[in-house]
């Protein structure tokens, strides 16, 4: 495991995590010393926790929660895996607020609006753009309570066997890959698992959380992220439909209801303008004192 200190404050660490496990790699026990949200960047594992299990593919989140112990495993996929943890100080975890209960959490399945952030603050830790790398944390970790706390607590994750488990993420992987394709459907996806389309959409859903379909518009709307953010130039409608989307109006409409801004005022923050990510996070900011403040 190698793991790199990107940005260092008093209410923010961001750390790069890059593992080279594989199958025959020993899981050990390891301890969450604070609160964390980990955005997974590439790969896959499981995620073991408070009894419960979690697959986790690029797109899903980690949650850390002071005092628990966890495992993680690396049974699917030699490919490695990486993430870009955003460890947080208490001082920080309590501005932002929400249910307590939310650190709890364990994993969450790819969700648009967490993915898109998270790939610019990817950029902004290779040096991509002037965003600075501790406000998009603290926007990654504020919009994480933001989204957990108003949503209905989930349910545990289902058992599956390690086979059925190994076929999701296996499938998950292929969408990730082939996600720019536009004759991707369930029964293409199905059949590259070998399974029938039913089976196939419980299974994926139980195991990750999300439908094949849903992975796979999160999965273009986290690589239109990353490529507005890479390239300041290339023209929004070129980025939509290297990504996968069919026109212009659905992709900026999907993005913006993900990120809460235009595919161009994304684009304008990857650029520095503080002024986007400022009156983001205030808002959120704002939503969490709220929150935080009718549970006292």
Not at 77 to 97: K, M, N, Q, T
Not at 106 to 130: K, T
Not at 158 to 179: F, K, L, M, Y
Not at 219 to 229: C, D, E, V, Y
Request: glycine share 10%.
């Amino acid at each position: 495991m190698r793991v790199t200190t990107e940005l260092q404050t008093g209410d923010i660490r961001v750390s790069r995590y890059c593992c080279d496990a594989g199958p025959g790699a020993r899981p050990f026990t390891e301890l969450h010393q604070g609160h964390s949200v980990s955005y997974v960047r590439r790969g896959s594992f499981g995620y073991r926790t408070r009894g419960r299990a979690y697959e986790l593919v690029a797109g899903s989140v980690l949650v850390g929660c002071p005092g628990d112990e966890y495992v993680c495993t690396h049974d699917h996929h030699a490919c490695g895996d990486e993430c870009l943890a955003f460890h947080l100080s208490p001082g920080f975890v309590e501005l932002i607020g929400g249910d307590p209960a939310a650190w709890r959490t364990g994993g969450v399945p790819p969700l648009a609006e967490l993915m898109v952030i998270g790939e610019l603050a990817q950029a902004a830790a290779e040096g991509q753009g002037d965003a600075g790398l501790d406000e998009l944390g603290m926007w990654f970790a504020s919009r994480f309570v933001d989204l957990v706390s108003g949503r209905r607590k989930a349910a545990a994750p289902s058992e599956a066997t390690p086979r059925d488990r190994r076929r999701a993420v296996d499938a998950a992987i292929w969408i990730d890959a082939h996600a720019a394709r536009h004759d991707i459907g369930l029964e293409a996806i199905a059949a590259e698992a070998g399974l029938s389309a039913f089976h196939f959409l419980r299974l994926f859903s139980q195991v990750l959380g999300v439908t094949p379909h849903q992975y796979l518009v999160r999965s273009r709307l986290r690589h239109a992220a990353r490529l507005l953010a890479d390239d300041l130039h290339r023209p929004v409608t070129e980025v939509a439909l290297d990504v996968g989307f069919a026109d212009l109006s659905n992709f900026v409409r999907t993005f913006r209801r993900a990120a809460g801004v235009s595919p161009g005022g994304f684009r304008k923050a990857a650029r520095g303008d503080r002024k986007i990510l400022q009156d983001r996070l205030a808002a959120l900011l704002d939503d969490g004192r709220l929150i935080h403040s009718s549970t006292r």
